[in-house]
């Protein structure tokens, strides 16, 4: 789809970046041909009063020029706000890509977390984001030329005023950065806390937390978290604006030395007769913006510099590897085989591990239980497994070839999987199926729809009802079994070489889970499956039961092997017969 074209999007975007550029440059240009014509018309005006007709002429086609260059200003600035929103939607389709197709270990990890959300807030914010940095470049651009125009111009006439203005203004600026420098020192602290104050913003309000905020009475909690980030954010940005207004102070009375200065040095020169009335017109005109444009090189300059950190997250993020980027080695079309040998894994930094040295082989066609307690690591393993994790030790054989030598993505594509948190699309039932929006594609869905053991009764739309109402008001939201069954009905549609199925039927009522396990062999016949669940009375029907017990494999067999060597799995599935009353 608009995302995996990669080409065509690099196209877009390089053609969207040549169009802004030009359309800078030529705003650039523009404003600083036009400040300085307009300074040096009163020069040419007071040199030549006594010519009446060649000054009403001047004036005449001066007149028709500054008209002209205020019209193509005007003209590029309108321009610019059609461009910059075309820009930044590029922007946002790059990072919404990759967001699609970097690895799942990638995408889960807190740092891409941490770049995705500034780099959205980055492009979005039009004041200070990336949209600003443009403006930043483009101003720095015709900053430096005014600077580079006055700065000859005023070295003709005198060469003191000018090394005056400077030698202030980068007394000036010091003062800036200075404070500049203390709010990058805390910006680290100020990002911290505007997550905090987000995330609170956004549970607050969203429907599914709503409902644990009120049964828990937990609003005041909420609006205490939120009062103390909050506070910590005010301490810390007044302390930013004392230097900020310590340093405008300062530079406010730089500024008037400045300009007292040069008039007074202009007055003197033009009494003393080394200038004449007309270089002292055109000085007056041009003393004020030639320290303007030296401060504003200075200023976008560190804008610039700052925006530099930004752009930095950003790059980071565009530059994070893609699904696919790895192996080389064709998958084989065949699947025989996929074996563990001493696999371990943590997550990020973390020091512990979540599975350690875990080694066991799944054959074709096999049908594989997989049970521990809760955070023994079962998981993690099926992510592992199906190619979304990669090992921190240890590697992964599929038909005997390190998967690291297949292409991600193909290799991917090789499992169906129903995770343990169902996350269906506010789309219709056929496109959540099989993934397209062409009907024709819907008519299978409906197939393994039944096989899945889904029900209810949709009327006459069929697959063409759309689950939740975010884009149709006669949505369905259907109950947590039902999502379920529209999980397994999806991972049928794709009818891969192993299914993988993370507590399919935690949701279900008894009856419809009775039913579901009842036709796993016939529904996974000929198929290789791997079955999770707390309820060893669901996966005593597999072929062999792998458990999982602090992040090792502890026991493997069939259900009567484990049960006859009375070690955990016996204990915790007669634990859990008797909780049923069965013994």
């Not at 940005?237 to 004392?242: D, L, M, P, T």
């Amino acid at each position: 789809g608009i995302f995996l074209n990669h080409k065509n999007e690099t196209q877009a975007m390089i053609k969207q970046n040549r169009n802004l550029l030009i359309l800078l440059i030529t705003a650039s240009l523009l404003k600083i041909f036009y400040p300085f014509l307009i300074a040096f018309i009163p020069k040419v005006i007071v040199e030549n009063m006594d010519e009446p007709v060649l000054l009403i002429q001047f004036l005449m086609g001066s007149g028709i020029v500054v008209i002209l260059l205020q019209a193509a200003i005007s003209f590029c600035d309108s321009m610019k706000d059609h461009a910059y929103a075309v820009f930044r939607f590029c922007f946002f389709r790059l990072i919404d890509r990759k967001a699609l197709l970097v690895p799942y270990d990638i995408l889960s990890s807190q740092q891409f977390q941490d770049d995705y959300k500034f780099s959205v807030q980055f492009v979005d914010d039009i004041e200070n984001g990336l949209q600003a940095t443009m403006e930043h470049i483009s101003k720095l651009l015709t900053n430096v030329g005014l600077f580079v125009l006055f700065l000859t111009s005023m070295t003709f006439v005198d060469r003191w005023i000018p090394l005056y203005v400077i030698a202030l203004t980068v007394m000036d600026f010091s003062f800036l950065v200075a404070a500049q420098s203390f709010e990058g020192k805390h910006l680290p602290e100020l990002k911290r806390l505007d997550n905090q104050l987000k995330t609170v913003e956004l549970r607050a309000r969203q429907a599914g937390q709503a409902k644990d905020i009120r049964m828990f009475h937990a609003a005041a909690f909420f609006g205490e978290m939120y009062k103390r980030a909050g506070d910590e954010k005010s301490v810390l940005f007044a302390k930013i604006q004392r230097k900020y207004r310590t340093g405008s102070i300062v530079r406010s009375v730089l500024g008037f030395l400045r300009d007292a200065g040069c008039y007074a040095y202009l007055i003197y020169l033009l009494y003393a007769s080394k200038i004449g009335l007309g270089d002292f017109v055109f000085m007056i005109g041009i003393v004020i913006n030639f320290s303007d444009n030296l401060a504003g090189v200075f200023m976008n300059l560190a804008a610039f510099t700052k925006d530099m950190i930004s752009l930095r997250e950003l790059k980071r993020l565009l530059k994070s590897p893609e699904s696919g980027e790895d192996g080389e080695v064709p998958v084989p079309d065949t699947f025989e085989s996929i074996r563990f040998e001493g696999v371990s894994y943590r997550y990020g930094n973390d020091q512990e591990y979540v599975l350690k040295d875990i080694s066991f082989c799944i054959n074709a066609g096999e049908q594989i239980g997989l049970v521990g307690l809760n955070g023994a690591g079962k998981t993690t393993l099926t992510l592992l497994l199906c190619g979304l994790l990669k090992p921190t030790g240890g590697k992964i054989f599929y038909n005997g070839i390190d998967i690291e030598q297949f292409s991600r993505k193909e290799y991917i594509s090789l499992f169906s999987n129903v995770f343990q948190d169902i996350n269906l699309l506010h789309f219709t039932i056929g496109e959540n199926i099989t993934g397209s929006s062409d009907g024709e594609t819907w008519k299978r869905a409906e197939t393994v729809l039944k096989t899945a053991g889904f029900e209810r009764n949709l009327g006459e739309r069929g697959t063409a009802a759309s689950i939740g109402k975010t884009f149709d008001e006669r949505g369905i939201d259907f109950s947590g079994g039902e999502k379920q069954k529209l999980a397994i009905a999806r991972a049928l549609y794709k009818n891969t070489a192993i299914f993988i199925l993370d507590e399919p039927t935690s949701a279900m009522d008894p009856l419809a889970e009775e039913r579901f396990v009842r036709n796993y062999k016939e529904i996974f016949s000929n198929r290789t499956s791997i079955f999770i669940s707390h309820r060893l009375l669901n996966t005593k029907i597999c072929d062999r039961i792998l458990l999982i017990d602090h992040g090792r494999l502890v026991e493997c067999g069939t259900h009567e092997a484990l049960m006859k060597a009375k070690g955990l799995y016996y204990e915790l599935f007669c634990a859990q017969q008797k909780s049923y009353g069965l013994i």
